[in-house]
């Protein structure tokens, strides 16, 4: 490793620690409240070293990459433009914003990544670790106390990075990559997501755990890079292991509890009516309206329909779900078990996307940019070993 690499491996790895932090200030702009995040600092940071030293941190973009950038640039581009033209102008001004961001995090992840090929799983780890710690410190008083409730442990699995729905897609992630790549110190972080998942106490997460659990099996039949007992045996450990602490702890009774009774909580009905005013919205401004937060609609196909219209929405979706297309290619049992385990959980992040609110925010956004290049890097080295065999 070059000094340049060093820096670089360690700034990276300081920068997602800095991430799992959250908001460093705000701002006051026309009476309007606008976050600062650790993350937009580094980034930005990263990218100037990148650009007054170009011989020393060089962009090697392939066309994949190039193509994501483009995509996001016309989605950002177009964003900019209806938001001058919607009610809510300066808040769709600062959605587009992030989505300017996106194209600046797609250029520090393809940096960052093709520095070194173990920065992924170690970025990965000490954000998720951090905000793990986070949650269990603000949750083990409450997991502790007599009479636990549901609401009020959900209330406190915060972070500084958001709490419950808006973290659990973190430790499903990890927990999903750690158990099917199995790195070296993997069961330590397996666990450390198990735990995450539980405290978080988001029915979301745990459904779309036992989603992709049940893709990783299924998928492990037709490859044989990933088939194996071992793979069956921690699969199986992983899920006795939670069915376990569900049915045998406090918190866990009370998470199966209200996950069953979710299925028809008044909580979903409330949802399935942000989706009809939001659909509604779209109707009324098939343009778009701009990129808001207002009254989410809990669905990221009908946000990006709202936000960014019949026109650019369908692109948005298509930017971020993009992976999908991988798994119906006659070349998946071929796939290396690096490339399976991202794949698998993404989709967990794809399925969280369809229930809860994601993706249109700086720490999000970035998480996803960082993942999909990651992706699109596997990809193409899975192809360049395909062609030399």
Known sequence: MTKTNKFLFIYGLIMFF?????????????????NIFYIDIFALILLLFTFISTDNFPIDFKSSELLLIICLVIVFIYSMVISIFSNMQLTAIQGSLVLFLGIIFIVISSILI??????????????????????????????????LSFYIAKENAETLVGNSNAISFYFVFLLLYELITRHKFWSIFAVISVIGVIFSMSRAGFVSLFICL????????????IKSVSTYIYLAITIVLIVFVINKTEVGRELLFHLNYGLKATSLQSRDVLREKAFEQFLNYPLGSGVIWMEDPHNIFVRSLRDLGFLI???????????????V???????????IAVLISYVSIMIHSL?????????????????????????NNQMDDDYAH
């Open 114 to 147: 093709n520095n070194s090929t173990e920065f992924f799983k170690w970025a990965i780890r000490i954000f998720v670790t951090s905000v793990a710690i986070q949650l269990i410190y603000n949750m083990l008083p409450v997991v502790m106390s007599a009479g």
């Open 18 to 34: 800095a991430m799992s932090l959250g908001v460093i200030t705000q701002l006051n702009i026309l009476s309007s409240n606008i």
């Open 214 to 225: 049940i893709l990783y099996f299924l998928i492990s039949i037709i490859n044989n890079k």
């Open 329 to 339: 290619s006659k070349y998946i049992f071929k796939y290396s078990k690096e490339f």
């Open 313 to 327: 929405g369908p692109l948005f979706v298509s930017i971020l779900f993009f992976p999908i297309k991988y798994f």
């Open 355 to 379: 229930y809860e609110i994601y993706y249109l925010t700086d720490i999000t956004m970035f998480f996803s940019m960082f993942i999909l290049i990651y992706i699109i890097k596997l990809k």
